[in-house]
């Protein structure tokens, strides 16, 4: 079983800055992505940032600027610091890695449960 544990989150005002942090936990042979994404109401589920597979992240035109996404490989760690925030910011942030636990079996798609992070005065 793999599981990922989520951290972080809450109310914040606009300008304001939040850390979100996601910890891959259980049996791991190996971890091939991991990032966030995140799902605003009536909207469908987002990349935020994300390193793909490099040690290069890949993020979204919004956060670009903004966020930054970092990860301690020896504690299967991903964080997402999030500075200047704004209103459209507000949603569930999900952390998602693709993992195979053993190399005779696919890689699959793991999320998180979510954290909400919302952005109001």
């Known amino acids: 079983q793999v599981q990922l544990v989520e951290s972080g989150g809450g109310l914040v005002q606009p300008g304001g800055f939040l850390g979100l942090s996601c910890t891959v936990s259980?049996?791991?042979?190996?971890?091939?992505?991991m990032g966030w994404y995140r799902q605003a109401p009536g909207k469908e589920r987002e990349l935020v940032a994300a390193f793909a597979g490099g040690s290069t992240p890949t993020y979204a035109d919004s956060a670009k600027g903004r966020f930054t996404i970092s990860r301690d490989n020896a504690k299967n760690r991903v964080l997402l610091q999030m500075n200047s925030l704004k209103p459209e910011d507000t949603a569930v942030y999900y952390c998602?890695?693709?993992?195979?636990?053993?190399?005779?079996?696919?890689?699959?798609?793991?999320w998180g449960q979510g954290t909400q992070v919302t952005v109001s005065s």
């Open positions: 259980g049996s791991i042979f190996n971890i091939y992505s």
């Open positions: 998602n890695a693709k993992v195979r636990w053993n190399p005779s079996v696919p890689i699959y798609d793991c």
